[in-house]
């Protein structure tokens, strides 16, 4: 008797895209009243998005005390509130930043990858709502090649202005 088991999913920003146009912010924010991707404009002028990268060895979920961050079957990372006891150990655990700690609840809030939309079988906001195509969602092996597509794709484009330039 085999199951099926559940494909991993994952989420990819590609910055070579990225318009930086906000999108993706405004869409989090009108589905969560919070926006969990922020668009940050760095010193040399590149509007970044940055959110949660739904790490695989996930140092929020290790750091937590009670369990309350935690990991779906697709491999989204997220908090179930009822555990948290606001003590903020996965906000320090995490590298980015990411996780927050709400001010009325006084627990720990972060991008679960729009879970409601993804259970109706729909993707992230952030990701169906990139005009320029930069957020890249699925399952981790499509993501995957279509990045390194794009890598490639990069890479020819630079080799071949330098040739033409030379």
Do not use: W
């Amino acid at each position: 008797m085999s199951s099926n088991p559940v494909a991993r999913y994952t989420r990819i920003i590609d910055l070579g895209r990225c318009i930086g146009c906000g999108a993706c912010e405004a869409a989090c924010e009108f589905i969560h009243g919070k926006p969990f991707i922020i668009v940050h404009r760095t010193s040399i002028g590149l509007d970044i998005p940055v959110s949660c990268m739904h790490c695989a060895k996930a140092p929020c979920i290790e750091a937590c005390p009670t369990g309350a961050m935690t990991r779906d079957s697709t491999g989204a990372v997220y908090v179930i509130t009822s555990r948290c006891i606001g003590c903020m150990a996965c906000l320090y655990a995490c590298p980015f930043g990411i996780p927050e700690l709400d001010r009325a609840t006084k627990t720990a809030i972060k991008c679960n990858l729009c879970m409601e939309l993804r259970k109706e079988g729909l993707e992230p906001a952030c990701s169906a709502i990139c005009p320029a195509n930069a957020i890249l969602y699925g399952e981790d092996a499509e993501v995957f090649q279509l990045a390194k597509k794009r890598t490639a794709e990069t890479m020819a484009k630079a080799r071949f202005e330098y040739e033409f330039h030379r």
